[in-house]
């Protein structure tokens, strides 16, 4: 139980985060491994300077700001397959890639993979692009992003939307974990025996997966660009997440009661890999002017099985 209970709690929060290594290939077979897998997705969107980082964003639409954030080992095309252009046609609707992510870089200190580090570097770029008091969408390890941004910077945000979000932290025995340090080895020991998986068709496998009880829309797959998830730069920086979670909740869980934005949270009862009791009725429980909407049977892309929920969510906190 505690490879499930704590490995996918834990952060392989989004549908190819499990397909991703923590032992390097040879630089010039990654090298070239990258170069395929960009050829094949380019950016989508701008590249916006922040100090010596860029962040990737997209940009659609006009009207009150929307930004959305990815969840583990995902990038843009998420929200760009089905979500950022029905909803451009009311809010100016912006995609970042986190961080590390997509074509997002991120920094080599020690602590870059603190949602607090992550959402002042996206925070600086929405200054760069002109963006006032945002709607903040955050799915998944994303969620967390999100709440960071509102906790640090609230005057600056309008609300938040928690879709499938990993926002609490898990029990005793993955703070046990967290605290020898073990979780760095079972992280490297579960990637690895995730990416033989991959070769063999892994990734449609997870994506799968993680849609459950759903299927992911068709040509969703094709679209995602999964071959970026195990590019060098990501597979460091969903390592780092992935073994930092429990620290990053933690840290979280004890501001929640600061956090004076609204928060919409709309969660599936069915998801599989961060549980409705845990995490939305565990903020619910934790922090101030929290809305939850339980979705029936959804699994853990909410934002995709309940697209008319997300609006009705964004439409409501924009009203306030």
């Known amino acids: ?25 040879s630089s010039d077979v990654s090298s070239a491994q990258a170069g395929v897998a960009e050829a094949r997705y380019p950016p989508l969107g701008s590249l916006y300077q922040v100090g010596d980082q860029q962040v990737h964003a997209t940009d659609q639409g006009q009207g009150q700001p929307v930004i959305m954030i990815h969840g583990a080992s995902g990038n843009v095309r998420d929200f760009t397959f089905d979500l950022t ?71 600056e945000v309008a609300g938040v939307v928690a879709a499938s979000g990993a926002m609490m932290p898990w029990g005793t025995l993955a703070n046990v974990v967290n605290s ?21 068709g892994g990734i449609e496998d997870f ?51 600061e956090l004076s934005v609204p928060l919409e949270v709309m969660h599936g009862d069915s998801d599989w890999l961060l549980s409705f009791d845990q995490h939305a009725l565990g903020i619910a429980n934790a922090a101030p002017n929290v809305r939850v909407t339980r979705l029936p049977g959804v699994g853990h892309m909410a934002h995709h099985a309940r697209p008319d929920v997300l609006a009705e969510a964004i439409a409501r906190v924009a009203a306030v």
């Not at 952060?11 to 390097?24: F, L, M, P, R």
């Not at 195990?230 to 390592?239: I, L, M, Y």
Request: with cysteine; hydrophobic share 40%.
């Open 1 to 25: 139980m505690l490879r499930r209970s704590f490995l996918l709690g834990a952060g392989a929060t989004s549908a190819i985060a499990a397909c991703v290594s923590t032992q390097a290939p």
């Open 85 to 155: 252009s029905p909803l451009a046609k009311k809010y100016r609707v912006i995609a970042m890639d986190r961080p590390g992510f997509g074509y997002s870089t991120r920094s080599t200190q020690d602590e870059a993979w603190r949602p607090s580090a992550q959402a002042a570097q996206l925070r600086t770029a929405a200054k760069e692009m002109g963006v006032e008091k945002p709607i903040l969408v955050g799915h998944s390890w994303g969620a967390s992003v999100a709440l960071a941004w509102a906790l640090d910077a609230p005057d």
């Open 180 to 200: 020898l340090g073990v979780n760095n080895l079972i992280v490297g020991y579960y990637n690895r025996s995730m990416t033989r998986r991959a070769e063999t």
């Open 207 to 257: 994506i799968d997966r993680a849609f459950r009880p759903q299927s992911p829309p068709p040509g969703y797959t094709d679209y995602i660009g999964g071959a970026l998830a195990v590019r060098d730069k990501t597979v460091a920086a969903n390592g780092d997440d992935l073994a930092n979670t429990q620290t990053a909740l933690l840290e979280l869980s004890i501001r929640y009661g």
